[in-house]
């Protein structure tokens, strides 16, 4: 049987020379191997109290939002600066291959709400840390990060578990 790794994608060279980019559209696309993604996802957190899942722009959205249908819980985008229409709090960080700022509307998250972090790829976990930081900063706690992907020679898992999180990974790809 295929397993999660086997539905994604690697296009050498893009977005820049050198960075082998793993394409879950491949997995997205196919409707047993989203399935499966959805499903492992949540499987950790069975039966623990998650109030909100927060998606990171842009590929976070989409299992974030299968993921909060699932759980029946509310979803909240954390985007790139300039896209949210309401108030927000920003955070800077820095990317496998440059800068950013992400940014989630102040009132998204209540104090002592229990969060649920996804997205597709966890590289060198700058942007997860940002998310974390911006949930945080609303009072919110961070009870996991689930990813598709993991880039474990990024070092963005031993980022994460070094401020304390709970990291769950589909797969792994060695390798930059
Ligand atoms: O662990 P990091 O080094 O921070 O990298 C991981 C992030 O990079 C990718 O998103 P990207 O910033 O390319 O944005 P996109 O999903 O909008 O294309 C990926 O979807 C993660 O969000
Ligand atoms: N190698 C990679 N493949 C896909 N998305 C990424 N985001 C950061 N690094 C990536």
Redesign the pocket.
């Known amino acids: 049987m295929k397993t999660v790794k086997d539905y994604i994608r690697t296009i050498v060279d893009f ?1 820049h020379e050198g960075i082998l980019f793993r394409d ?1 559209t491949t997995l997205f696309a196919d409707p047993r191997g989203f399935r499966m993604c959805v499903d492992q996802l949540l499987a950790p957190y069975a039966g623990m109290r998650i109030d909100k899942v927060v998606g ?5 959205f989409i299992i974030g939002g299968a993921v909060a249908h699932q759980l029946s819980t509310g979803f909240v985008p954390i985007r ?1 600066k300039g896209k949210l229409p309401g108030q927000t709090i920003a955070q800077a ?6 800068e ?1 700022v992400v940014e989630v509307h102040d009132d998204a998250m209540q104090p002592g709400e229990k969060v649920l972090l996804v ?12 998310g974390i930081k911006l949930i945080e900063r609303l009072g919110a706690q961070v009870i996991g990060c689930a ?1 598709v992907v993991d ?1 474990p020679d ?1 070092g ?1 898992r031993k980022k994460l578990e070094a401020m304390g999180m709970d990291v769950h990974a589909l797969c792994a790809f060695e390798g930059l």
């Open positions: 977005p879950v990171l722009e842009a590929r976070g790139k960080y820095t990317l496998e291959y440059g950013a997205d597709d790829l966890l590289a060198t976990g700058g942007t997860a840390e940002a990813f880039l990024l963005g």
